[in-house]
């Protein structure tokens, strides 16, 4: 890769298997983590979401050409996870992913920052997104961007705490 230069675009169904393929790149890394028969249920979720999943909008990144990172965005917490009990009636992100030859690139950050423009295309004012303690670097990022905690809106998965995130559009310097 000898460009740098990182373009966000729609995914289209062609790229079906190169998003597959960043996803599980990416959250390969947890596979040692999690026990054996939790990985093979979020494997088979990662890959199930690819063709599934009730998006409103999915982006890839692409670097010289390749796909390299992938986020999908839904409308609502009962689109995004069928929870509507959380009543999150904003733009949730899920399964964000760079493959881990093109981490520290900033593609997570353009990721984002374009999911962060088309939310208030839509007139969003807040985007909403569920991450763990299991995701350490994840959280940094979120953080360091300008998320903020929405304790309200944490879902227990089992025993573990999936932390929610916000991002008010509005105040956020992502977009400037």
């Known amino acids: 890769m000898s460009t740098k230069t990182i373009v966000i675009r729609e995914a289209i169904d062609t790229d079906a298997d190169a998003v597959q393929a960043v996803l599980l790149d990416a959250y390969g890394q947890y596979e040692q983590t999690l026990p054996e028969d939790r990985w093979e249920e979020y494997k088979e979720n990662i890959i199930s979401s690819v063709s599934e999943a009730a ?4 982006l890839v990144a692409e670097l010289d050409g390749e796909i390299v990172g992938s ?19 904003n733009p949730v992100i899920r399964l964000l992913a760079v493959s881990r030859k093109a981490r520290g690139l900033g593609v997570a950050t353009e990721l984002i920052r374009a999911c962060a423009r088309e939310c208030r295309e839509w007139g969003a004012q807040t985007v909403h997104l569920h991450t763990s303690d299991m995701m350490d670097s994840a959280v940094r990022l979120y953080e360091r961007l300008g998320f903020e905690r929405a304790f309200d809106k944490d879902i227990m998965n089992g025993n573990l705490l999936v932390k929610s995130y916000r991002l008010q559009l509005n105040e956020t310097t992502l977009l400037l």
């Open 55 to 58: 998006t409103k909008s999915r």
């Open 71 to 89: 986020v999908f965005l839904f409308d609502s917490s009962e689109a995004a996870y069928g929870r509507s009990d959380l009543d999150i009636q």
